[in-house]
């Protein structure tokens, strides 16, 4: 059974980085094929896609978002962290956590909410 | 980036209508398509994957289909449990972009 969720803080303020780390169990992240993807959803708004990586370290991140996002895996632990640096109100949003066959993102996590507020 | 645009926003209909959602990918994404359902307060799931292949386990009553530009979401007799939010994701090229979402909702 493949489950995953996501931790991290709930509350940063605008200018902090945000790191968020996913936890999973199920299958591991060195089966080849296998990714782990990060997507948010404001309140009340559309999904949009950040970043994911696969078992072969292979790194992607959404263009308009690149520069301030950053993922890593830690295989041995079950984990995937994403960083975004330099949090902004607009930030706002439940981020969610999801595992992937190729580019499917056939199970998520619970997703965490984080609020950007001084 | 690959914009997709689901068609309608929203929808009103009732226990037992067929109901039709479009989603159309500003380029050709072959059969790179997949559909996600949500509701309110929870994580999406995902339904169809591959324009047209129903994820194990859910009912045979929704179905996709399209390739190309342009891919249909249909549900052949709206359920109680339908109800909910539908997103299209194409998964042809990073960034693996979603819709915009449609809302059906009981009339």
């Known amino acids: 059974q493949i489950t995953l969720k996501e931790s991290g803080p709930t509350l940063v303020k605008p200018t902090q980085t945000l790191t968020l780390t996913c936890t999973f169990s199920g299958f591991s992240l060195s089966t080849s094929g296998v990714g782990v993807g990060w997507i948010r959803q404001p309140p009340g708004k559309a999904l949009e896609w950040l970043a994911l990586?696969?078992?072969?370290?292979?790194?992607r991140y959404s263009p308009s978002l690149k520069s301030r996002l950053t993922i890593t895996k830690d295989t041995s632990k079950n984990q995937v962290v994403l960083t975004m640096t330099n949090m902004d109100p607009v930030d706002t949003a439940t981020y969610y956590c999801a595992h992937l066959v190729g580019a499917d993102f056939d199970y998520w996590g619970q997703g965490t909410l984080v609020t950007v507020s001084s | 980036d690959i914009q997709m645009t689901q068609s309608p926003s929203s929808l009103s209909a009732s226990v037992g209508d067929r109901v039709t959602i479009t989603c159309r990918a500003s380029q050709s994404i072959s059969s790179y398509l997949n559909w996600y359902h949500q509701k309110p307060g929870k994580a999406p799931k995902l339904l169809i994957y591959?324009?047209?292949t129903l994820q194990s386990g859910d009912p045979s009553r929704f179905s996709g289909s399209g390739s190309g530009t342009d891919f249909t979401l249909t549900i052949s007799s709206l359920q109680p449990e339908d109800f909910a939010t539908y997103y299209c994701q194409q998964s042809y090229s990073t960034p693996y972009t979603f819709g915009q979402g449609t809302r059906l909702e009981i009339k």
């Open positions: 990586i696969y078992w072969n370290d292979d790194k």
């Open positions: 591959d324009a047209s």
